[in-house]
């Protein structure tokens, strides 16, 4: 039997790891995984908190998706991508079924990153303007397009990227200081006329597309209100912008709606970007999806884009078997009732532990950002370097623990697949409560 050991080698002397110096990779291994839970070669049993990479929402091995999958390679393994076949229509009706109101046609990509190249590259096809304007605390993949457009310090360290992105300060309620002394909402409607300045002083007759995630994802699950995002649709059709909502990370349930975006029910995308839960992971896949006059515009004009695996039948397979699952097992519904018995765990955890200073997000998406103290709110690690000393010992512990997920700045991810349950909830809050007693020394308020 292949040792951990031997695995672990060979990968570290044949493969390069993502984000990390390679010495700095200190990888666990899977074998197998059910659920919300995998186990690596020694037979460790891990609680995947953050489904995997936020993607794994149905869990891992379910058996509709698996079979899905093996029906389809039996009967195509592989057809070039203007072949139609069945699972790929399927699969672009029930987007459209699922996807807010006039988005309606998809075009398949490999994954994220991809879904947003070509996003951008459609906005900038259809309107004749070269401008996308996104946020700073954002991520949208790795790629130059991609990585440009995200402006998370990700971005950072590849040498220049696409011209032509401009960046928008961040509605960050938390942290920035156009929010002191006001609400929320008083905040965002400031936020979001500096958007609509940035625009004028970009030339709107330049500006193709603000882009933006559904709902905020690893740069902090940093979220403005409905009056921010009214405006942004507002802003757009004044001055003849897209709406580019980027729901890679944010769609198919995580936050207790399909997608990000529906949490405003007055918003419509004119393209959104979507992937890993569209078939959570088990076949990599991301769509951009467009909306009626987009892709009537398409029609006479050449999508001039491509890709050898768009709408592979495996994919396409995997796809139609996810949002049967999401639907069948109201996964939707549960990411939302999930969502705030955890959250009630996580304030009842800030109760205990000073540390706490912020609690984000929705549904089965939420975040914990730690400081040093919860007047002044100085993070316990700084957002540039490496993590604090308390950082690493809490990402040590929960590896220790048996608990998987992102530990990224100051901030701690718990988002596990939608299928978790209120006990395994409580497993890992009750994992987090001894982690952050050994770090409770830290606070200095
Ligand atoms: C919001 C968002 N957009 C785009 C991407 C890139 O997707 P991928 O890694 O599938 O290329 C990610 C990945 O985490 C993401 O979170």
Redesign the pocket.
């Known amino acids: 039997m292949v040792t951990t050991a031997e695995i672990i080698a060979k990968n570290k002397d044949y493969t390069l790891a993502s984000w990390t110096a390679q010495n700095a990779w200190s990888p666990i291994t899977m074998t197998r995984g059910e659920g919300v839970y995998f186990w690596d070669a020694d037979g460790k049993r891990y609680l995947d908190w953050s489904s995997q990479?936020?993607?794994v929402n149905v869990g891992h091995g379910h058996p509709h998706v698996i079979k899905a999958i093996q029906d389809q390679v039996a009967q195509i393994s592989f057809a070039y991508p203007s072949i139609a076949t069945e699972a790929r229509g399927r699969l672009g009706e029930l987007l459209e079924e699922v996807t807010p109101g006039r988005l309606s046609k998809a075009f398949f990509t490999?994954?994220?990153?991809?879904?947003?190249e070509n996003a951008i590259k459609m906005a900038r096809l259809f309107t004749g303007r070269q401008k996308i304007l996104t946020r700073y605390r954002?991520?949208?993949?790795?790629t130059f397009g991609?990585a440009t457009a995200?402006g998370d310090p990700r971005r950072h360290g590849h040498g220049p990227g696409i011209p032509d992105i401009v960046r928008l300060p961040d509605p960050y309620a938390y942290r920035s200081p156009v929010y002191r002394g006001r609400t929320q909402a008083e905040g965002d409607a400031i936020m979001a006329d500096l958007v609509e300045e940035i625009v004028q002083m970009e030339g709107p007759q330049y500006c193709a597309a603000i882009l933006i995630?559904g709902y905020s994802?690893?740069s902090g699950i940093i979220q403005p209100s409905e009056v921010y995002w009214n405006r942004l649709r507002q802003i757009c059709d004044q001055y003849g912008l897209l709406l580019i909502v980027?729901?890679?990370?944010?769609g198919f349930g995580r936050t207790g709606e399909w997608f990000g975006v529906d949490h405003y029910p007055n918003v419509q995308p004119d393209i959104m970007?979507v992937?890993?839960g569209i078939t959570s992971g088990y076949v990599?896949l991301?769509a951009t999806i467009v909306s009626d006059e987009i892709a009537a515009y398409f029609d006479d004009h050449v999508l001039s884009t491509g890709l050898t695996y768009s709408a592979h039948p495996l994919a396409m397979a995997a796809g139609v078997a996810n949002i049967e699952v999401y639907r069948n097992e109201n996964l939707i519904e549960r990411s939302r009732e999930m969502g705030k018995v955890l959250r009630q765990g996580l304030m009842d955890l800030a109760e205990k532990h000073p540390v706490i200073g912020d609690i984000r997000g929705a549904g089965l998406h939420q975040v914990i950002e730690l400081v040093k103290n919860r007047e002044t709110r100085e993070p316990l690690s700084p957002f540039l370097g490496g993590l604090s000393e308390p950082m690493q010992i809490v990402a040590r512990t929960l590896r220790e623990k048996g608990m998987s997920t992102f530990v990224r700045w100051s901030m701690i991810f718990n988002c596990p697949p939608l299928v978790i349950n209120e006990a395994q909830i409580q497993e890992g809050l009750d994992i987090l409560d001894e982690t952050l007693s050994l770090i409770d020394g830290y606070y200095e308020g």
Do not use: C, F, Q, R
């Not at 954002?138 to 790795?142: D, E, V």
């Not at 980027?246 to 944010?250: A, G, L, Q, W």
């Open positions: 990479l936020i993607n490999n994954g994220g990153t991809d879904a947003i954002s991520y949208h993949g790795a991609a995200g995630e994802g690893t980027d729901e890679v990370m944010s970007a992937a890993k990599p991301g």
